[in-house]
């Protein structure tokens, strides 16, 4: 099995923390290693070497083969630019299609939080034997745990369960929910939290490719003489309209499947989740880095050392770098990306 | 009239801006200019350049001297340390009455707002006078326009108004009061702010020293001749009680007038006054520096190029330096403080 790690993503979300040449990705945002570390990290506990791919942005190739440890420099596949997901994908599959267009891949998000080795590792196995039996696209889903409103969710069928297998076929991929509909899904008993982990065999995959996304399937086709002939196929990249796997084929295709897994999952994908995650005081309140609340409770403080003072407040994020501070109540930190947005308006270069 | 400017407070109200090096009256706080030099370009307007004196702590002595137009070398008078407003103004009335003991001196505040010269140097001349003629302590009140809690207020007494010199004697000072308190003082129209202004002759204010404050006044007496003999009085001075004057004396003695004005005046006592003085756009937000504000009214942010994005909050003031921000709930500014004794405990020098 072959894993291609997703590491070309800009996370606004963590800005002023994140930045375009240091994204989430590459942030030691939960402990003493950056995300993409810890990720590859995990697959090299249960894959070989050779095996670990890093798929990212070409800017972040120099920075990622100088910064993260166990992958082979051959391993990191640069895009000329972010075309979102399913060519980010499809790229990676026709490099390993090289090896072996039988072989099985697996993808992986770079900035993710799983906790749970064993049942990470069990839920690879499991993944990989639906896929290879069933000659189908298959997707790791989440028990969850409460009606998150932060997670895109997976309905399967229960009535069409492939007992031998223990796997079901997906019904519906569901965007994150409004807070009434997560608590449906959770008392309907048929969603998964959607962990973003999927296996197939490339094979298989170039396939459903060629049925739901036809376009791009011709072009991958067209990168595929290029990179044979050592031919820059940046010409053809360009042209790629960006499109997301979920949209673009998961949510088209009736051959996949979901099995369910338990280890702990959170995609931090904003400030409020790393706070869920990480312990904290008993008023709540968590300070990484220098830091004091006086008169306040489930305050976040993030910094490298720029000392942050919160006073009289209960439920703000206060995240400071050396150029930079973000104050943000917690029930607003999707809108982080508008002060992005602020400084791409007034060309703030420096604080990008 | 001889002016003596106080300048030796450490205004840990204003941190993280203000340091023990670099206090408030040091600080740019409402515009290009520093506090104290706005109040010595205020004196010097009407008054010669000899007759402006400023007393401030000996470790200020140096950064004051070069940084202060305006003021002769010879008229910055250096507390060995501080010991609070009644011996600071003990020490400054020696030194001038080497030069006439009968004159008039002026205490002032470095760090208040003041605006409207014509009625500032008017009520200047008519405290003179009401000191001279009556021979008596002399405080200026300011006419308050609304019932104000982070004021002190005065309280004269309207029947035994001296018509010939528009004065009044002191009934009571009164400390900051609680709403409904500064409510009643606005209704019953005989409380005006104290703005913390005494004009008295220095012979007048030296005998009311003896009387109500004996031990300072014999301890100054001691220090006279130091002076004089040009030794050190330092061993004098660290015997010396800090006290402040209204405490030890102006709420003790009968011989005290007050006299009304209307000049704008706000002692910029914190972070909300700064916001209440400065202008602001339609939303209530005040950005001085670089900043914005995401769906919020009210807020106050100030740095000096460290981009500071508040997001989804209202009424929250954010400061930040190089090293350090401060967030604080406008409800709790006086709080500010409370940060400072967290740094004081934890011994960290390097941001006090």
């Given at each position: 099995m072959y894993c291609v790690i997703?590491?070309?993503?800009?996370?606004?979300?963590?800005w002023p923390m994140s930045r375009?040449?240091?994204?989430k990705q590459l942030l030691k945002i939960i402990g003493d290693q950056t995300m993409l570390q810890i990720t590859v990290d995990r697959l090299s506990k249960c894959k070989k070497t050779e095996a670990v791919y890093i798929s990212t942005r070409k800017d972040l190739n120099t920075v990622i083969k100088k910064e993260?440890?166990?992958?082979?420099?051959?391993n990191i596949i640069a895009e000329p630019?972010?075309?979102?997901t399913a060519p980010c994908i499809g790229l990676s599959a026709l490099h390993i299609s090289k090896i072996d267009n039988e072989a099985v891949m697996g993808i992986f998000p770079a900035d993710h939080l799983i906790v749970g080795h064993r049942a990470f590792e069990k839920a690879l196995n499991h993944a990989s034997k639906v896929a290879v039996e069933r000659e189908a696209l298959v997707t790791i889903g989440i028990q969850p745990t409460f009606p998150s409103t932060a997670y895109g969710y997976i309905q399967y069928d229960p009535d069409k369960k492939v007992d031998k297998l223990d796997a079901y076929p997906v019904r519906t991929f569901a965007e994150k929910p409004h807070l009434n509909t997560a608590k449906r899904f959770i008392k309907s008993k048929d969603f998964l939290w959607n962990a973003g982990i999927f296996i197939w065999k490339i094979d298989v995959f170039l396939e459903e490719l060629g049925q739901h996304m036809p376009e791009l399937s011709e072009q991958l086709q067209k990168i595929r003489k290029r990179i044979k002939s050592r031919k820059s196929f940046a010409d053809i990249w360009t042209e790629i309209v960006p499109e997301s796997i979920d949209y673009g084929l998961l949510e088209k295709t009736k051959n996949i499947y979901v099995i369910k897994s338990d280890f702990r999952?959170?995609?931090?994908?904003?400030w409020n989740a790393v706070y869920d995650v990480l312990p904290k005081r008993k008023d709540g309140n968590l300070v990484k880095g220098g830091g004091v609340v006086i008169d306040g409770n489930n305050n976040f403080i993030q910094n490298n050392d720029h000392f942050t003072a919160v006073v009289g407040l209960d439920n703000v994020v206060v995240i400071s770098t050396e150029d930079a501070t973000l104050v943000v109540n917690k029930d607003n930190v999707e809108d982080v990306r508008k002060a992005v947005d602020f400084l791409i308006e007034k060309e703030r270069q420096d604080l990008l």
């Open positions: 997703m590491a070309g993503g800009s996370g606004t979300r963590f375009q040449a240091q994204p993260i440890k166990g992958v082979l420099p051959k630019s972010g075309k979102n999952w959170n995609d931090l994908g904003s």
